[in-house]
């Protein structure tokens, strides 16, 4: 799997643009951000085949939280891999 399709290419804003392009330019980074995330939630459960499991949601959720911060999409797509056997 390509992770790097998933990176946001968009800058995170200065804090010196002002308080009202700030803010716009802050929410267009995180709503990237969530779009490139349901898009590699998609991607990743259909790879590991729990696109039609009824818990998929709760899975990619779990993964999400337990390796997100550390490992990135990889180190998720690595707990659902795990996961997934269980399943």
């Known amino acids: 799997m390509d992770f790097t399709k998933y990176e946001n290419k968009l800058e995170f804003p200065d804090a010196k643009l002002g308080p009202d392009v700030y803010r716009q330019k802050r929410t267009e980074c995180y709503l990237e951000d969530y779009r ?4 590699f939630k998609k991607d990743a459960l259909e790879e590991v085949g729990l696109t039609n499991n009824p818990k998929a949601a709760k899975i ?3 993964a999400w939280e337990q390796s ?3 490992g990135g999409y990889k180190g998720v797509f690595n707990t659902l891999q795990d996961l997934a056997e269980l399943f």
Not at 36 to 39: A, E, P, Q, Y
């Open 68 to 70: 997100h911060s550390e």
């Open 60 to 62: 990619f959720l779990y």
């Open 36 to 39: 490139l995330r349901d898009i």
